[in-house]
């Protein structure tokens, strides 16, 4: 048993679409899907199973007059192969209202704008192109109708019977010949018996006897009662004439079925059903069935239709066995698959949880360091805070404040920037080292030690000194002679009286000190 491919365009699940055989393919066409009532899908596309690669496919047409040449979607309609295209007829569905439909189309409501109409297609499968057919002053159409059976009669020539309309079941019988467009109807006898009942949802099959003669097979169906129908006939089309069947074996009969006929090597046909329904139209809890029956048919006893046994049902139970099997193993393979599955989600769910404990440690991690960082700035910030607290305690200490560059404060005026720390401590005695220490560390300075090493000054460090001499008019030589004591210049030496000159020069008070300076470098003060 051969499966579809999977890469198909498997047509849509439906109810009343309808399947034929071509020469190497098989097509289906139509149906609705009445899942939700108040808007029922009619579905309008065609479909063709390839039988060697055993793959769908939707058919798309390339007809130019797409809009006005393909069939609405509809369901119960006919269709039939008639040489090499595909002829489609009647159908339920809704009303065709294109521009450019034929006028001679029909359509009567049935029920909420929906109903029946007697449109007939054909599509020429080598050319993938949809044709309306027109008969309009060439002969009549048949009435809308849906649940027909149309049947293949020969190369040119189709027959459609009964169905139902407007106007409840039907039971006329027409022949449309493809080469002319034109309908025919067959006559009717006058006996009642001797004629099919009023039916729809049968099935109707050509049995070829010979090039010249055919018949047609009516089997089953629902009759005008909406009950089942029992009986069969065979109605040669030529000649009008009709036969009922004798039908032995006791048969199910039924309902919304599909068959198909063989002709054996002796001669003889064999029906085989299957499928369908064989409770009543009104029953609300119809119970499909998918039994397979088969009828068999001897030319030489026309009148007869006897079902084949089934060898006591072992072919049935055969049939029934291998399904389960197949049903099985297609749910053992999809538990397999769903096992895989679940394993899958169960590795990718630990993992899934495993990332959020790392990022849960991660996010701990950062938490902690941005902890540890916002402790160390605080740290730092108290630090700050209390060697502050600390300066400003020590300044409150002092009898005489000292600003950074280790002057007295309040001694210094708003334009002296400079001053010199080493002329007040050389008076001041009471300024002792370990606070000098502590000021010059707060601030960034060198250390100043008193007594054993005394700090180097440069030549700029010198005329500051010089300034301040001059803005404080200093003139006492001991004073000036401890001052010049601690000149230094850049290279560590002592400064000279050239340089001491110099740098008074600069500032404009050589001329002031110039006795005091004198007097200071002629004594012994090295």
Not at 88 to 112: M, V
Not at 223 to 236: E, N
Not at 397 to 404: E, F, G, L, M
Request: one cysteine or more; glycine letters at 8%; proline letters at 3%.
């Amino acid at each position: 048993m051969k499966t579809v491919s999977e890469d198909s365009e498997i047509p849509p699940a439906c109810t009343g679409g309808r399947c034929c055989v071509g020469v190497d393919s098989v097509f289906s066409y139509g149906g609705w899907n009445s899942e939700d009532e108040r808007t029922p899908v009619f579905y309008e596309d065609l479909y063709a199973l390839d039988g060697k690669k055993m793959k769908w496919r939707k058919v798309r047409e390339k007809s130019l007059l797409r809009s006005t040449s393909k069939p609405m979607g509809r369901k119960d309609c006919g269709m039939s192969m008639c040489g090499d295209s595909l002829v489609i007829t009647a159908g339920y569905g809704l009303n065709d209202k294109r521009f450019g439909i034929s006028p001679d189309y029909e359509w009567e409501e049935i029920q909420g704008g929906e109903g029946c109409d007697n449109g007939q297609f054909v599509f020429y499968i080598r050319r993938d192109m949809w044709r309306e057919v027109r008969t309009r002053f060439r002969s009549k159409r048949p009435p809308p109708r849906s649940g027909h059976s149309q049947t293949t009669i020969d190369k040119s020539r189709i027959a459609v019977y009964g169905g139902s309309g407007k106007g409840g079941r039907k039971n006329d019988l027409w022949v449309l010949d493809m080469k002319t467009e034109e309908w025919t109807e067959v006559p009717r006898p006058l006996s009642v018996r001797l004629w099919p009942s009023a039916r729809m949802h049968h099935t109707g099959l050509r049995l070829q006897l010979s090039a010249t003669e055919s018949l047609l097979l009516i089997l089953w169906g629902s009759s005008h009662t909406r009950t089942v129908c029992t009986d069969g006939f065979l109605i040669d089309i030529t000649t009008g004439e009709c036969n009922q069947l004798a039908i032995y074996g006791e048969p199910l009969p039924v309902r919304l079925h599909t068959s198909c006929c063989f002709e054996l090597r002796d001669g003889k046909f064999d029906i085989i059903t299957f499928g369908g329904t064989s409770d009543s139209w009104s029953d609300r809890k119809r119970t499909p069935t998918s039994r397979l029956t088969t009828l068999r048919w001897d030319p030489n006893q026309r009148g007869i239709l006897t079902a084949v046994p089934d060898r006591d049902g072992v072919t049935a139970l055969k049939q029934q066995l291998a399904a389960e099997r197949t049903q099985k193993e297609e749910m053992e393979t999809k538990l397999r698959k769903q096992e895989r599955e679940i394993v899958d989600l169960r590795i990718e769910k630990q993992r899934l949880k495993s990332r959020v404990e790392e990022l849960e440690d991660e996010m701990e991690v950062q938490k902690n360091d941005s902890t540890g960082q916002q402790e160390q700035l605080d740290t730092v910030q108290q630090t700050v805070q209390r060697l502050e607290a600390s300066i400003a305690e020590l300044h409150q200490k002092q009898n005489y404040p000292v600003d950074i560059y280790g002057r007295k404060t309040s001694q210094l005026d708003s334009n002296d920037q400079t001053g010199s720390f080493l002329d007040q401590i050389s008076r001041d005695s009471y300024v002792n080292n370990d606070q000098i220490d502590v000021v010059a560390k707060a601030v960034g300075c060198h250390w100043l030690r008193l007594g054993a090493s005394l700090p180097k000054y440069t030549e700029t460090e010198i005329r500051d000194i010089v300034s301040s001499l001059r803005q404080e008019d200093v003139k006492d030589s001991d004073k000036l002679r401890h001052i010049l004591k601690t000149w230094r210049t850049r290279d560590g030496s002592k400064a000279t009286l050239g340089q001491l000159r110099e740098a008074c020069e600069k500032v404009e008070i050589w001329g002031g000190v110039e006795l005091a300076l004198e007097d200071a470098f002629k004594m012994n003060w090295e």
